[in-house]
């Protein structure tokens, strides 16, 4: 267990919808990072945050959004869901704002749109 | 920004052989390269890391080079075992920088 808690683990809902994804940081991180992984593909880097700014962006679409709260916990937000937003959605977290320290994952969401 | 490159895609090894992947960087200021390893459907899972004020670390059957001049680093397994079948990914990244760079991920599968 990496401490990384992501819920709900399983989503499946239908095209043009909007969807939560939450995300809770190992106890004391900081940063919050997401990806986006689709089938056999490797990770792509959406946006981190970190103390609840945002610091970077990756491919991140403008029907998706992120924040992260006062308590740290991360939420991801994606809108007009496509068929091609399917797919396993990760968080990771690390102890502070600099990204020369240990990333670790949460299991994901697996986001399916129908 | 940083590019990573990883080879080969997929590799496929007997047990007991050894296994290498490859990485590439391309921004000198990238100082720090961990290795994750995915089985199918679970979360990616660090394995092992090197900094880059040191040229190799190894950890039982797990070593990682790094060669600074080249800008390439390298994640060696001996006597592969089958669940050390999964996909791996290598990373760069920084002190000043904001996010991570891993590679497009190599596909291992130990031959029993």
């Known amino acids: 267990d990496s401490g990384v808690t992501q819920t709900p683990k399983h989503l499946i809902t239908a095209t043009g919808q909007r969807v939560t994804l939450r995300c809770s940081p190992r106890s004391g991180d900081l940063s919050v990072y997401w990806y986006q992984q689709s089938l056999d593909q490797g990770l792509q880097f959406l946006i981190h945050y970190y103390n609840g700014e945002e610091r970077a962006k990756g491919n991140i679409l403008e029907r998706f959004s992120a924040q992260q709260f006062p308590d740290l916990h991360s939420e991801l937000n994606l809108s007009s869901l496509e068929l091609g937003d399917s797919a396993l959605y990760f968080c990771?977290?690390?102890?502070?704002?600099?990204?020369?320290?240990?990333?670790?994952f949460g299991s994901g969401t697996q986001l399916s749109v129908l | 920004g940083e590019n990573v490159e990883q080879h080969p895609s997929t590799l496929s090894v007997q047990e007991g052989d050894s296994a290498v992947i490859k990485c590439t960087y391309s921004d000198s200021a990238s100082n720090y390269f961990p290795w994750y390893k995915q089985e199918l459907g679970k979360r990616p899972q660090l394995i092992i890391d090197i900094r880059s004020n040191v040229g190799e670390k190894k950890d039982q059957r797990i070593a990682v080079t790094l060669n600074k001049t080249a800008k390439h680093f390298s994640l060696h397994i001996t006597e592969t075992q089958p669940e050390d079948s999964a996909v791996y990914f290598c990373a760069a990244s920084s002190y000043t920088g904001n996010q991570f760079y891993f590679g497009t991920g190599t596909s291992l599968t130990v031959i029993p």
């Open positions: 990771a977290s690390s102890p502070r704002q600099a990204t020369n320290e240990k990333l670790f």
